[in-house]
């Protein structure tokens, strides 16, 4: 029932900053949580952030806390992550995932990936040095 497109992944240089973005088709969107998922070649995939379905609580991974922020705009249907400092391990393939929550879930979020629904596409992410 929902379908997710990530877009705003490229090449950029260490330092620099991309803003992915989620768009999401689901009328009900506003009471899903969503969380940033990556997987780099050889490794397996890791949640990097996760917001719940309020935004009023959000989680990042140590590798990545204070560089890059979650949020979410639920009247436009999308969910944002803004990546700064990047650095060349961040390279990998970035999916957002959703999954719908409840009246009373709305301050949680999720990590396991086997928690999700529903799944983006994925786009690229490449830092160079």
């Known amino acids: 029932q929902v379908q997710l497109v990530e877009s705003g992944g490229g090449l950029v240089q260490a330092g620099g900053s991309l803003r992915l973005s989620c768009a999401a088709s689901g009328r009900t969107f506003s009471t899903y949580a969503v969380g940033w998922f990556r997987q780099a070649p050889g490794k397996e995939r890791e949640c990097v952030a996760a917001?719940?379905?309020?935004?009023?609580?959000?989680y990042s991974a140590d590798s990545v806390k204070g560089r890059f922020t979650i949020s979410r705009d639920n009247a436009k249907n999308t969910v944002n992550l803004q990546m700064n400092s990047l650095k060349p391990e961040d390279t990998a393939v970035y999916y957002c995932?959703?999954?719908?929550?409840?009246?009373?879930?709305?301050?949680?979020?999720?990590?396991?990936?086997?928690?999700?629904?529903?799944w983006g596409q994925g786009t690229q992410v490449t830092v160079s040095s």
């Open positions: 995932a959703a999954v719908s929550g409840t009246y009373y879930s709305g301050s949680y979020y999720y990590t396991d990936q086997m928690l999700y629904d529903y």
């Open positions: 917001i719940s379905w309020s935004g009023s609580s959000t």
